[in-house]
């Protein structure tokens, strides 16, 4: 089992990565949290890794952090979620948001993820409610009571952050403020923000 890989990024085409480690170059499938995370092609990174066996092929997946790489190992071992949809799943919703839909046992808020339906988010909160203490430190990350004014500070940037790239993307002040205001729920970052708001444009 190949769990870290240090080396240079090559290639960032989330979700396809390309590293090189001592002039062999890996393949590796990451969600966009962890592309959006990386360095410039041609500086170092590591990657939390897990090496998926099948009949066809050995496909390697890579994290920024061990946080994200326990969420997707716990994915995949529930009935219907493939690592396919793990990834799917990583890359539209942060890890802490995500368990929080777990423990608010809310499927509006999972099915907001591109791939997951209702069924689909139902089952999410059934199997993964009893799996959240196997995340560990994942658990830790979530917002307390005395972390809420941090996190009002951090929504304001993340809001700030994506009107200033729709504006760059060519999209007018109100039209990029009315977008983002529309999308935007709480915990989420800019990058999962202006995706949303460029698919509701």
């Known amino acids: 089992m190949i769990g870290r890989i240090s080396g240079i990024l090559i290639e960032n085409k989330a979700p396809d990565l390309l590293v090189d480690v001592h002039g062999v170059g890996y393949d590796i499938k990451a969600p966009l949290s962890t592309a959006f995370a990386l360095p410039h092609v041609g500086e170092s990174v590591v990657l939390h890794t897990h090496l998926a066996v099948r009949e066809d092929a050995h496909v390697l997946y890579g994290f920024n952090t061990q946080q994200e790489r326990t969420l997707f190992r716990t994915l995949i071992k529930i009935s219907g979620v493939g690592p396919k949809l793990a990834l799917a799943i990583l890359s539209g919703m942060e890890t802490p948001r995500f368990i929080q839909c777990i423990q608010d046992q809310d499927p509006g808020g999972l099915v907001k993820i591109p791939g997951v339906g ?42 700030a952050d994506a009107e200033s790239a729709l504006l760059a993307l060519g999209y007018k002040p109100a039209q990029a403020t009315k977008a983002v205001e529309k999308v935007a729920l709480d915990g989420m970052s800019s990058e999962e923000i202006i995706r949303a708001a460029l698919k509701a444009i």
């Open 118 to 159: 209702k069924k689909t988010a139902e089952r999410l909160i059934v199997e993964m409610k009893d799996k959240l203490a196997a995340l560990g430190s994942a658990g830790e990350a979530l917002m307390t009571p005395l972390e809420a004014q941090v996190a009002r500070v951090e929504r304001h940037d993340a809001l």
